[in-house]
């Protein structure tokens, strides 16, 4: 919605319009702006429009992620860089479904640019060892498949994991 430089602006102006606030007396505007200011603070590092496709993306809804991706214009400089991560990484999600070759620039985009959560680069690694392995690239595949395995502390894909290598024995 805003540039990332107007939402710290944005609480900067809302912070100093609060402590007016605290010196005036109003300690209950004064609270009630610091957390506004707060609220752009944690868009500065949450994008909204991320956040909205990742909602649409638990409810498998691919077309309503797809519109709240295609919202954020140009990701390079209205992004910080692991929100730049996450927005090719969600990209990776939806063209998996369709070009794989194009799936594979996005998740390995995303990989370089970092993603926060472990879960996340196992899940990038997996689809890519499964890119992979499509591509007949079984060397790189068992590769990712072993990172994917040392980044899934909770075991969320050890399902999905263990599948594939049943997989990667066929071929």
Same mark, same amino acid.
């Given at each position: 919605?805003?540039?990332?430089?107007?939402?710290?602006?944005?609480?900067?102006?809302?912070?100093?319009?609060?402590?007016?606030?605290?010196?005036?007396?109003?300690?209950?505007?004064?609270?009630?702006?610091?957390?506004?200011?707060?609220?752009?603070?944690?868009?500065?590092?949450?994008?909204?429009?991320?956040?909205?496709?990742?909602?649409?993306?638990?409810?498998?809804?691919?077309?309503?992620?797809?519109?709240?991706?295609?919202?954020?214009?140009?990701?390079?400089?209205?992004?910080?860089?692991?929100?730049?991560?996450?927005?090719?990484? *969600?990209? +990776? $999600?939806?063209?998996?479904?369709?070009?794989?070759?194009? &799936?594979?620039?996005?998740?390995?985009? #995303?990989? !370089? %640019?970092?993603?926060?959560?472990?879960?996340?680069?196992?899940?990038?690694?997996?689809? *890519?060892? +499964? $890119?992979?392995?499509?591509?007949?690239?079984?060397?790189? &595949?068992?590769?990712?498949?072993?990172? #994917?395995? !040392? %980044?899934?502390?909770?075991?969320?894909?050890?399902?999905?994991?263990?599948?594939?290598?049943?997989?990667?024995?066929?071929?």
């Amino acid at each position: 919605m805003y540039n990332k430089n107007i939402k710290l602006v944005l609480a900067g102006l809302t912070l100093a319009y609060a402590v007016y606030q605290f010196i005036e007396g109003n300690i209950g505007n004064g609270i009630f702006l610091i957390l506004i200011a707060l609220v752009f603070v944690f868009l500065y590092f949450r994008n909204e429009f991320i956040l909205l496709a990742f909602l649409r993306m638990r409810k498998q809804d691919f077309e309503g992620t797809k519109k709240w991706l295609d919202k954020i214009k140009n990701p390079e400089s209205s992004l910080i860089k692991k929100q730049q991560g996450y927005y090719n990484y *969600l990209n +990776g $999600i939806m063209a998996s479904q369709t070009n794989l070759t194009q &799936a594979e620039k996005y998740f390995k985009k #995303a990989l !370089k %640019l970092g993603l926060s959560m472990g879960y996340d680069k196992a899940m990038a690694k997996l689809s *890519l060892a +499964g $890119i992979a392995m499509q591509k007949r690239r079984k060397r790189e &595949a068992t590769m990712l498949l072993n990172e #994917a395995k !040392k %980044l899934d502390k909770q075991n969320m894909l050890a399902d999905q994991i263990k599948m594939m290598q049943q997989q990667m024995k066929k071929i």
